[in-house]
């Protein structure tokens, strides 16, 4: 199993710890932002494939900002994908 700390930048949250095996998330955690929302998209990532979540939540804007909690998910899932 793989696991990375990322640093967002740009949103609300402050750290995002991922985990996963054999290209399936298998943990999500996410420290900061809107409690409902990062704790709802964690719980709906958990059990996916990481390119089937990057290609879903890359590019998601919130409000006026280009980036968003989940766009940021998915740098994390794309940091943690080319981690050895």
Do not use: F, H, W
């Not at 740009?10 to 985990?19: A, E, L, P, T």
């Not at 704790?39 to 980036?67: A, N």
């Amino acid at each position: 199993m793989k696991t990375i700390e990322y640093s967002p930048k740009g949103v609300c949250s402050q750290k995002m710890i991922v985990s996963a095996e054999n290209n399936i998330i298998t943990e999500v955690k996410i420290i900061g932002g809107c409690p409902g929302n990062t704790l709802g998209v964690s719980k709906l990532c958990v059990g996916k494939d990481i390119d089937e979540v990057i290609e879903m939540l890359q590019g998601i804007p919130c409000g006026i900002r280009k980036t968003s909690c989940p766009d940021q998910l998915s740098k994390a899932l794309t940091m943690l994908k080319e981690t050895k």
